[in-house]
């Protein structure tokens, strides 16, 4: 039976209202006589928080249905229709999209209110919250969207506020590179995305293109096409959630405001890929080659991104290099048929890591503006809310029990084990005990030891409760969301798993109890190891190290941007030096070329009647009216 409310609409219309109606008082008070910060603020908050509460009613909504059921549809209008193709532009709300409603709207309203206090005094206050109501507005699309192709419109919508906010601070070109990094990396993504689609529409054609006119025909898709759209629209999944190879402008992304950073990393952007391989789990479990590939790449960028992150200075790289392999872990998820996993490894991340950039951003806020850990210290005496919250952040991050992180965590690795994926799970717990490591050398660099640059120390203090409260928030549900999904062994019944059944095509293999145990204990393990070698490193003061050897390999991140630099834009600027060369004198200038020509010719042919005496002028008018009284004696007769 299909249900049909009109009010899913209002869930990313609200932020998107605030965004153009924010927009336009920034754009015609700014100059003249600014709004003040709360306004705008108050303005801003508005919409995701109502928001929040349409998603609650959606969730309750659909736990009144039978599971079989649990959907509802709005098609606001007929979006196109070209031949066989037909598409509205819907929304559609189930048990996985109602639980992406939930963390985005509420991460996001969070995230909303910290910035208030985070970017006080900015010249851009204005035009910084409608960028931030316009980023939230189009992942709601994405998530709500009924097909592949309003998913894209939220797909590119957050492509573009990615943009705007990573190069917000516009007037320092680091940023500004960094934000067209981060569009040209996600416009080779989205290319494979847009193949994908276009493969599975000539695939299924007239059948529908809707997710539940693709689930119901999926089986009539050839294997090899059905490998290729998994495989294309992975590449697109790459480059909105940072992995092999497209991982690049993540990191980099860091040059924006921190809150647009625990924006990205939370509640929006790189968990789209995610939730779009999850999302078409209909398709990805049908062919589980493309499942595989997706796990290993998933997998190999955690690991890669855990030894970056092992040597990063900058507070906010650290973490977003966290980000980077914490996805790993949930394509890792998604890739083993474990999607439920996956996804609330996303959903206890948002918690978690929107904590410690939050509360990376307090650090920073106490600190003008100083990032690189090295030059910190001491700071839990200073910060105590600050140390406190983000402490449980990096707890639940490492993997500790019973953080949020160990649960999901652990659940995607016990799958990966479970289904036979040894050398996945292998990778994974390896990937546990550096990610203690690191989480916890960047907490005992920058709040235990001593003050490394006194007079910031002797300056620094805890930001207001705007932006201390969200942290305290955030803290709460990084130490017990992970008990809204515990399993069986722990007394569980796998809430989360079975509320997004009827959306996912999984199963749940079936093991001992020791055999369960012991993929525990091998992970509380790592995590032991892990935080104990940070502990007997960095536990009682560190000073910076010279790095040499495999340890300057990993700070520099392998040359991977030296060598993409070198290989592809390099050699591609040339090439285009080449063409425009050509282009500019031959194709450019041909049009300026040649009308200055005909000028030049129209005037010489023209200048011999220009003599310079009045007798041949009064001539010239004598033959001019002769010739007009006869034209007009003709017209008479």
């Excluded at 985070?118 to 998530?143: R, T």
């Excluded at 050398?423 to 005990?433: D, S």
Aim: hydrophobic letters at 55%; proline letters at 4%; one cysteine or more.
């Amino acid at each position: 039976m299909e249900h049909t409310v009109t009010y899913l609409g209002f869930i990313p219309l609200l932020p998107l209202l605030g965004a153009v109606v924010i927009g336009l008082l920034h754009m015609f008070t700014c100059k003249k006589t600014p709004l003040p910060e709360l306004f705008y603020g108050a303005l801003a908050c508005i919409g995701p928080v109502l928001s929040f509460f349409l998603a609650l009613v959606v969730f309750f909504q659909l736990k009144g249905l039978p599971a079989e059921d649990r959907f509802l549809t709005h098609n606001v209008f007929t979006w196109f229709a070209v031949g066989d193709l037909h598409v509205d532009m819907g929304f559609l709300a189930d048990p996985l999209s109602s639980l992406m409603l939930l963390f985005v709207t509420f991460i996001g309203s969070l995230i909303h209110i910290y910035s208030v206090g985070y970017m006080a005094g900015d010249e851009n206050f204005g035009k910084f919250f409608s960028y931030l109501n316009l980023f939230l507005g189009s992942m709601l699309i994405l998530v709500l969207g009924s097909g592949p192709v309003v998913m894209f419109v939220g797909w590119e919508g957050v492509g573009l506020c990615s943009y705007l906010l990573i190069s917000f601070y516009s007037k320092d070109t680091d940023n500004v590179l960094a934000g067209n990094k981060a569009f040209i990396v996600n416009r080779i993504g989205d290319l494979g995305f847009v193949l994908g689609m276009s493969v599975l529409f000539w695939a299924i054609g007239a059948s529908g293109f809707d997710y539940l006119s693709l689930k119901a025909n999926v089986a009539g898709i050839p294997p090899g096409v059905g490998v290729a759209v998994c495989l294309l629209l992975f590449v697109g999944a790459c480059g909105k959630s940072a992995q092999i190879p497209l991982y690049v402008w993540l990191p980099d992304a860091m040059a924006g405001p921190t809150p647009v950073s625990a924006l990205i990393h939370a509640a929006t952007m790189v968990t789209a890929g995610v939730y779009m391989v999850a999302r078409f789990s209909f398709l990805y479990a049908h062919y589980p080659v493309a499942g595989s590939v997706v796990a290993w790449v998933g997998i190999l960028t955690a690991l890669l991104a855990a030894i970056f992150g092992m040597f990063q200075k900058d507070i906010k790289k650290i973490l977003a290099y966290s980000t980077v392999s914490q996805l790993g872990y949930m394509f890792a998820g998604v890739g083993v048929a474990a999607y439920s996993a996956g996804i609330f490894h996303v959903f206890t991340h948002a918690f978690f890591k929107a904590l410690l950039f939050l509360g990376a951003g307090s650090v920073i806020y106490a600190l003008h503006h100083e990032q690189d850990i090295w030059k910190m210290g001491g700071l839990k005496e200073k910060l105590p809310k600050t140390y406190m919250t983000m402490l449980v952040g990096a707890f639940a991050l490492a993997g500790c029990p019973p953080f949020a992180g160990f649960f999901s965590k652990d659940e995607i690795l016990f799958s990966a084990l479970a289904t036979g994926h040894t050398g996945i799970w292998l990778i994974g717990v390896l990937v546990a005990g550096m990610t203690a490591y690191y989480t916890f050398r960047m907490i005992f660099l920058v709040f235990h030891g001593t003050p490394r640059v006194q007079e910031s120390f002797d300056h620094a203090h805890e930001p207001p409760a705007v932006m201390t409260v969200p942290l305290i928030i955030l803290a709460v549900g990084a130490l017990f969301a992970g008990f809204l999904n515990l399993p069986g062994i722990f007394g569980g019944n796998l809430n989360v798993s079975h509320w997004l059944a009827p959306s996912l095509l999984e199963h749940h293999p079936h093991v001992s109890v020791w055999f369960e145990l012991l993929a525990i204990a091998t992970s509380v393990a790592a995590f032991a190891i892990g935080i104990t070698l940070a502990y007997k490193k960095f536990g009682q003061g560190a000073t910076e190290p010279e790095f040499t050897g495999f340890a300057k390999f990993g700070y520099h991140k392998f040359y991977v941007d030296e060598i993409y630099n070198a290989v592809f834009v390099q050699p591609y600027k040339a090439f285009g030096s080449v063409i425009s060369r050509f282009l500019e004198p031959n194709v450019t200038d041909l049009h300026i070329k040649l009308s200055t020509w005909l000028y030049q010719k129209a005037g010489t042919a023209f200048k011999v009647f220009q003599v310079g005496y009045v007798r041949i002028y009064a001539i010239y008018m004598v033959i001019g009216l002769s010739l007009m009284s006869l034209f007009l004696s003709q017209t008479i007769k």
